[in-house]
């Protein structure tokens, strides 16, 4: 979705940013997990595919995906690689374009070193409120 390209959501534990090319390499290898394609209902794809993926969920307008990043090892050092402190990501579904206020949220924290550390719990709460204050905006 466009309308978060150019967005950056900080928490405490995570940071929320838009799902660009630089990080479809570690997302492909991720979900070469049959695990993780069998709680997400995905298909293999290749790594040319997952590009073109990429690619469909900035233009979809129905569908706002954020990478969720470690916000510690983020903010521990400048310059460090947004794809380096990749854990998962967060979406955002509108189920009725023509009403706003319907959807639904999925997260996937990929990273199993990064689970039960409520990095998904904080995730889903941050675009929670970027959902609402972006419906706000709208109003």
């Given at each position: ?58 233009e979809d ?69 970027y959902g ?8």
């Amino acid at each position: 979705m466009r309308l978060n390209q150019n967005i950056l959501l900080l928490g405490k534990k995570v940071v929320l940013v838009p799902y660009t090319p630089e990080h479809v390499p570690r997302y492909h290898e991720w979900m070469k997990s049959e695990e993780l394609r069998r709680l997400t209902a995905s298909e293999p794809l290749t790594l040319e595919q997952e590009y073109v993926m990429q690619c469909s969920w900035q233009e979809d307008a129905d569908k706002c995906t954020f990478i969720v990043l470690d916000a510690e090892k983020w903010q521990a050092q400048l310059g460090t690689s947004e794809e380096s402190c990749m854990v998962g990501d967060v979406n955002l579904f509108l189920t009725d374009l023509g009403d706003p206020t319907l959807g639904e949220i999925e997260v996937m924290i990929a990273e199993p070193s990064c689970r039960g550390q409520g990095l998904g719990t904080e995730a889903v709460l941050v675009m929670m409120s970027y959902g609402g204050d972006a419906q706000t905006d709208d109003e």
